[in-house]
């Protein structure tokens, strides 16, 4: 089987010929090796290891007609070295919005980055953000996807370049912050209610893009929310219609799949998930999560793809024996019976030695084979 071809098999819970092995690659380490972070760097160091492309920064849109009453103007606050601040004024109808950026705080880490001012700092900023949405879902003219049709002709049967989708939790969390989102949630619910309906038109055109494309397979991006450590009750009631809004859309299509990347404690929130129909579901994190990748695989293995979990302190810290040991374990606890794709347990570390991730590889293709 090619690349793509087991990966493929993998996610519709059938076996393939090995066990397909997709480290989640994304700009921070691609940047780091080859100094620049785009997908087609990502895919490269995957044809130099020898595995699944998947996770480089793809993404889907729609295009717009007219013009948009907004304006966005970023300027430069501070400078230092590698570490650069900047802001970014957000003006239209009704007022302005204030974000500030730090990038470049790490010397060794460029591309990381963090947002340490949010635009949205009441109730009326939010009916700002509510506005910025419909203007651009009223102005919708049609997908846009070149650059995952591009890297769809690219990679062939080499990789498979997953479409990222952002969930309407991630969305709210971009202007507002997750701490401060959790708050609203409870404080000001209808607020977060009315520019969430919106939102979900806007998220429902991203993913008629992803259907339009030629790619195969998205994943939603639901990680804040798994990571947020909000109660089960409130992931039922503010994610759950969302990730299954957007299965249904994407299962209403033959050939496409849809995935949940999540974070952190999800043991409790599983049965939702699942029964919210993702074909599979990532990346049962060791160190933070509260699953072993061998109960996923036991309790829900019938149902989904599971995805996951070879520990990233390994890549970074360990050394190419420790990462032989941990593919193995992997290996141990969830080939059998196929439906499964051996991925990193969160982003592959900008520090991660190379070493260690041939040492996954050749380890996976000794010893992961059906």
């Given at each position: 089987m090619?690349?793509?071809e087991?990966f493929l098999?993998?996610?519709?819970?059938?076996?393939p010929?090995?066990?397909?092995?997709?480290p989640?690659i994304?700009?921070?380490?691609?940047?780091?090796?080859?100094?620049?972070?785009?997908?087609?760097?990502?895919?490269?160091?995957?044809r130099?290891?020898g595995s699944?492309?998947?996770?480089?920064?793809i993404?889907?849109?729609?295009?717009?007609?007219?013009?948009s009453?907004?304006r966005?103007?970023t300027?430069v606050?501070?400078?230092?070295?590698?570490?650069?601040?900047?802001?970014?004024?957000?003006?239209?109808?009704g007022?302005s919005?204030?974000?500030?950026d730090?990038?470049?705080m790490?010397?060794?880490?460029?591309?990381?980055s963090?947002?340490t001012?949010?635009?949205?700092?009441?109730?009326?900023?939010?009916?700002?953000?509510?506005?910025?949405?419909e203007d651009?879902?009223a102005?919708?003219?049609?997908?846009?996807f070149?650059?995952?049709?591009?890297a769809?002709?690219?990679?062939?049967?080499?990789?498979?370049?997953?479409?990222?989708l952002?969930?309407?939790?991630?969305?709210?969390?971009?202007?507002?912050?997750m701490?401060?989102?959790?708050?609203?949630l409870?404080d000001?619910?209808d607020v977060?209610?009315?520019?969430?309906e919106?939102?979900a038109?806007?998220?429902?055109?991203?993913?008629e893009?992803?259907?339009?494309s030629?790619?195969e397979?998205a994943?939603?991006d639901?990680?804040?929310?798994?990571?947020?450590n909000?109660s089960?009750?409130?992931?039922?009631?503010?994610?759950?219609p969302?990730?299954?809004?957007?299965?249904?859309q994407v299962?209403?299509?033959p050939?496409?799949?849809?995935?949940?990347?999540?974070?952190?404690?999800?043991?409790?929130?599983m049965p939702?998930?699942?029964?919210?129909?993702?074909?599979?579901?990532?990346t049962?994190?060791?160190n933070?999560g509260d699953?072993?990748l061998?109960?996923?695989?036991?309790?829900?293995g019938?149902d989904?793809c599971?995805?996951?979990n070879f520990d990233?302190?390994?890549?970074?810290?360990?050394?190419?024996?420790?990462?032989?040991?941990e593919a193995?374990?992997?290996?141990?606890?969830?080939?059998?019976?196929?439906?499964y794709?051996?991925?990193s347990?969160d982003?592959?570390?900008?520090?991660?030695?190379?070493?260690?991730?041939?040492?996954w590889?050749e380890?996976?293709?000794?010893?992961g084979?059906?």
């Amino acid at each position: 089987m090619t690349r793509k071809e087991a990966f493929l098999t993998a996610l519709r819970l059938e076996t393939p010929d090995v066990v397909p092995v997709a480290p989640l690659i994304h700009s921070r380490y691609a940047d780091r090796l080859l100094g620049r972070g785009d997908w087609r760097a990502v895919f490269e160091l995957h044809r130099r290891l020898g595995s699944t492309a998947f996770r480089g920064p793809i993404g889907v849109s729609y295009r717009t007609r007219g013009e948009s009453p907004w304006r966005y103007e970023t300027r430069v606050l501070h400078e230092e070295g590698t570490r650069v601040e900047t802001e970014e004024t957000i003006t239209g109808p009704g007022g302005s919005m204030r974000a500030v950026d730090v990038r470049g705080m790490i010397p060794h880490d460029p591309v990381c980055s963090k947002r340490t001012d949010y635009p949205v700092k009441s109730v009326e900023d939010w009916a700002m953000v509510r506005a910025i949405y419909e203007d651009q879902v009223a102005r919708a003219a049609g997908p846009a996807f070149d650059t995952a049709a591009e890297a769809f002709e690219v990679m062939g049967e080499d990789g498979v370049p997953g479409v990222g989708l952002g969930c309407i939790f991630q969305m709210l969390g971009h202007w507002r912050g997750m701490q401060e989102l959790l708050y609203d949630l409870y404080d000001i619910p209808d607020v977060i209610r009315s520019v969430s309906e919106v939102m979900a038109e806007h998220s429902r055109l991203a993913v008629e893009a992803f259907l339009a494309s030629p790619n195969e397979v998205a994943w939603l991006d639901i990680c804040w929310a798994t990571g947020s450590n909000m109660s089960p009750a409130m992931f039922q009631e503010w994610i759950i219609p969302d990730v299954r809004r957007v299965c249904e859309q994407v299962r209403a299509v033959p050939g496409k799949f849809i995935g949940l990347y999540t974070l952190g404690r999800i043991r409790e929130i599983m049965p939702a998930m699942v029964d919210a129909g993702p074909h599979f579901i990532e990346t049962f994190e060791p160190n933070e999560g509260d699953i072993s990748l061998r109960d996923a695989k036991r309790l829900y293995g019938r149902d989904v793809c599971i995805c996951g979990n070879f520990d990233c302190v390994i890549l970074a810290r360990g050394t190419p024996e420790d990462s032989r040991r941990e593919a193995l374990r992997c290996l141990d606890e969830a080939m059998t019976g196929g439906g499964y794709i051996m991925v990193s347990g969160d982003e592959v570390p900008a520090d991660t030695q190379w070493d260690n991730l041939v040492a996954w590889a050749e380890t996976v293709a000794e010893y992961g084979r059906y």
